[in-house]
C-alpha cells in the first residue's frame, strides 16, 4: 500500500510511520524542515500544507493519506494562524487527495470537538458537541471543528473517516507534550490536584486506531481513539508511583477555578505561552470522559497498554533521550 502522511515529524505522527512502515506500507511523509529519529525507509518530501504546490503530486499514487499536520495553541491572539492551519491547510490537503483519486483520507482531529462533562458518569461520544461558549473561548477547539466541517463536506464527494484522539502519552514525545506533567509530578513537594478527570490514551493505540479508521471507518464519520477515564488525582497518582516520588496532594475544590483560570490569563500574557490559558485551567475543573464504543464495535478498535504501561514506556523514552533526568 502506498500512503501519504503530513504531520509525520509530530508525536503521534511518528509513531504512525512505525506501524505503517512495519506492516509493509510505501510511506510519503511531509515534513515542513529535516526530522530526526524516523523510519529510513520512509520518503521525505519538504513542504507545507498551506503551499500545496511544494507536495501535492508527490500524492498522485497513493492510496491512503493520512492528515495529521496542525498549528496547537490556545492562545486567541492566534485565532488566526490557528485558523490557516487547522482549517484552511485541511482544505487544500482534502483537494489534493481528490485530484490524486486517493481511495480514502483520514483527517485527526481531536476529541476536545466533543466538549467537555460536567457529570463524571456522563461519557462524551461522536454525538456530543461543544457548546458555543466553550469555542469562544478556546481558538483550538473553533479551528479543530472548522477542520472537521472541511473533512464532512469532503466526505460527500470522496472518502473522508475523522479520528478524535484523547490525551496522549507515550514514548516518542520529544516535545515532552505529556513529560512536562511527569515533570512537574517528580519536582514537586506540593502537589495541587484539580478536581475534574481526562482520559488517557497511549500514542501506539492512537496510531493503530487511526489505520484502523482508514481501512474500516464510514465516510463522514468521526471515531474517538481513547484509552481509560481517569481522574487527574488518579493520573497523578499513577505518575508519582513510577517516578517513585510522593508529593503531597492538595485537592482544589471547584471553587478555585474562576481565581486560578484569572491567574493563567494574567500569567499567560507575561510569559507569552500558548498553553497557559484560562480556558485550560476551567478544563481542568470539568470531566474529559468519553465513550470508544463506536471505535470498538464498528473499527475494531482495543487499546493495549493501561496508562500505568504507557507512562513507564514513556519515562524510559525520556530517560534514554535525557530528556528528564528522574
Known amino acids: 500500500m502506498k500512503v501519504f502522511v503530513t504531520g509525520a515529524g509530530g508525536f503521534i505522527g511518528r509513531a504512525l510511520l512505525r506501524q505503517l512502515v512495519k506492516q509493509g506500507d510505501e510511506v510519503i511523509a511531509l515534513v515542513r524542515k529535516s526530522v530526526f529519529e524516523l523510519p529510513k525507509e520512509v520518503r521525505l518530501v519538504y513542504g507545507d500544507i498551506l503551499a500545496p504546490d511544494s507536495w501535492k503530486g508527490s500524492v498522485s499514487g497513493c492510496q491512503i493519506l493520512y492528515h495529521l499536520a496542525a498549528f496547537v495553541s490556545f492562545d486567541p491572539r492566534q485565532r488566526r494562524q490557528l485558523q490557516l492551519v487547522n482549517a484552511k491547510g485541511t482544505e487544500e490537503v482534502l483537494k489534493a487527495a481528490c485530484c490524486s483519486n486517493v481511495a480514502t483520507t483520514v483527517v485527526v482531529s481531536s476529541a476536545c470537538t466533543l466538549g467537555l462533562s460536567y457529570e463524571k458518569d456522563k461519557l462524551l461520544d461522536e454525538t456530543s458537541a461543544a457548546d458555543k461558549k466553550l469555542i469562544d473561548h478556546n481558538p483550538y477547539l473553533e479551528s479543530k471543528l472548522l ?10 464527494r470522496q472518502r473522508v473517516v475523522i479520528v478524535n484522539p484523547t490525551t496522549v502519552y507515550g514514548p516518542g514525545d520529544w516535545s515532552l507534550n505529556s513529560g512536562t506533567l511527569i515533570k512537574q509530578v517528580a519536582g514537586s513537594i506540593f502537589l495541587p490536584v484539580p478536581s ?11 496510531a493503530g486506531g487511526i489505520i484502523l479508521a482508514a481501512r474500516r471507518g464510514s465516510s463522514g464519520q468521526r471515531y474517538v481513539i481513547g484509552g481509560q477515564n481517569l481522574t487527574f488525582q488518579e493520573i497523578f497518582q499513577v505518575i508519582s508511583q513510577a517516578v517513585r516520588r510522593k508529593p503531597i496532594f492538595i485537592p482544589l475544590a471547584s471553587a478555585m477555578r474562576f481565581p486560578l483560570s484569572l491567574s493563567a490569563g494574567i500569567f499567560g500574557r507575561l510569559t507569552n505561552s500558548r498553553f497557559i490559558t484560562p480556558q485550560i485551567i476551567n478544563d481542568m475543573f470539568i470531566f474529559k470522559y468519553y465513550s470508544t464504543e463506536l471505535a470498538e464495535s464498528c473499527l475494531g478498535f482495543k487499546k493495549r497498554y493501561s496508562f500505568q504501561e504507557t507512562i513507564q514506556r514513556a519515562l524510559g523514552f525520556y530517560r534514554e533521550n535525557n530528556l528528564l533526568t528522574i
Open 147 to 156: 477542520q472537521e466541517g472541511e473533512a464532512l463536506i469532503a466526505s460527500k
Open 196 to 206: 475534574g478527570g481526562s482520559n488517557t490514551v497511549d500514542v501506539e493505540d492512537v
